[in-house]
């Protein structure tokens, strides 16, 4: 996972309830070699979310940021069954042994955990 570990997994047990969740995940790729490391990611990592009980929602190309300071290329949105069921699949070792197609594909980025709104 990007930025330091243990602020991620501090912060998502901060997440309250064991609900459906969706991650969002906003990336700039490195410049020339990014786009390649992230296709192999991707095709990597979907059969671990599938076992995970996740499913992407949505993956697309940024364009602009209307509103803030955006400056980013990737957007995707996946939603786990639960925070557990997220932190299963990146602890997994199949997941550590795939990792290094996201690091290497991505400059920076941002994980926001997004829970829906209770009826």
Do not use: C
């Amino acid at each position: 996972m990007d930025g330091n570990i243990d602020d991620v997994l501090t912060r998502l047990a901060e997440v309250p309830g064991d609900t459906p969740i969706d991650m969002l995940n906003l990336m700039r790729l490195v410049p020339e070699t990014g786009k390649a490391s992230f296709a192999a990611y991707s095709k990597a990592v979907a059969p671990l979310i599938g076992k995970a009980g996740g499913k992407q929602l949505y993956s697309g190309r940024y364009n602009k940021a209307l509103m803030g300071d955006g400056d980013w290329q990737v957007v995707a949105i996946v939603r786990y069954p639960s925070k557990q069921a997220f932190l299963d699949m990146v602890n997994s070792e199949a997941y550590q042994a795939i990792y290094h197609h996201r690091r290497d594909a991505i400059e920076a980025a941002e994980l926001h955990a997004v829970l829906p709104f209770t009826r």
